[in-house]
């Protein structure tokens, strides 16, 4: 079987497989990654992992691995609440919480799904939600262009507190002007 795999520097991003059900459980899990994602705040079992894999065929989300070269996997991607009319979407990126986040790593994912999902989806603004106090995604966002909307205060509620999340948004035309050279790998 032939599939695409999105490339950039030392980053592929490419489909979720049942081999990879095991990593997928342990981030989900992962306290760390938890307490700085708007997500679940509670555990996930083996089986309704499992579940999530078999009914990931919706057509408003894509779900995508991240792997270093020579690492493995490091995190996943999510494109979800496509809305096909006005072409939006949110974005979502969780890296491990044992990975160091190197600059490079970090920015060549932010940059392949950037490039996809305005080049590939044709989509007009992608946006992003994220905690207050998560400031290496907020910092992730504004280097790759993205604007701070503003704030939905008291949204999220962890760990006895409530959160407040910080709305980014990117535009196709402003992607495109910031990276004039839209170049990315593809990968048969």
């Not at 792997?67 to 979502?92: H, Q, Y």
């Not at 990126?93 to 996809?116: H, M, P, Q």
Request: aromatic share 10%.
């Amino acid at each position: 079987m032939v599939s695409l795999n999105i490339i950039h520097g030392t980053i592929t991003l490419r489909a979720i497989e049942e081999r990879d059900l095991q990593f997928c459980f342990d981030m989900i899990n992962d306290p760390q990654i938890e307490i700085s994602t708007i997500g679940k705040n509670y555990p996930i079992s083996s089986q309704q992992q499992r579940n999530w894999f078999l009914n990931g065929n919706d057509t408003n989300t894509v779900r995508l691995l991240i792997e270093v070269k020579n690492t493995g996997p490091v995190g996943m991607v999510m494109i979800s609440d496509i809305n096909w009319i006005n072409r939006t979407a949110e974005l979502g990126i969780k890296f491990c919480s044992g990975v160091a986040r190197e600059r490079k790593d970090t920015e060549n994912t932010t940059y392949a799904i950037l490039w996809y999902v305005f080049n590939e989806m044709n989509l007009h603004c992608v946006y992003a939600n994220v905690l207050k106090d998560n400031l290496f995604s907020r910092k992730l966002l504004l280097l790759n262009g993205f604007t701070e909307e503003g704030t939905l205060r008291a949204r999220v509620y962890k760990r006895g507190t409530y959160h407040d999340i910080v709305v980014y948004s990117l535009l196709q035309d402003d992607f495109f002007k910031k990276n004039t050279k839209t170049v990315l790998e593809k990968k048969e």
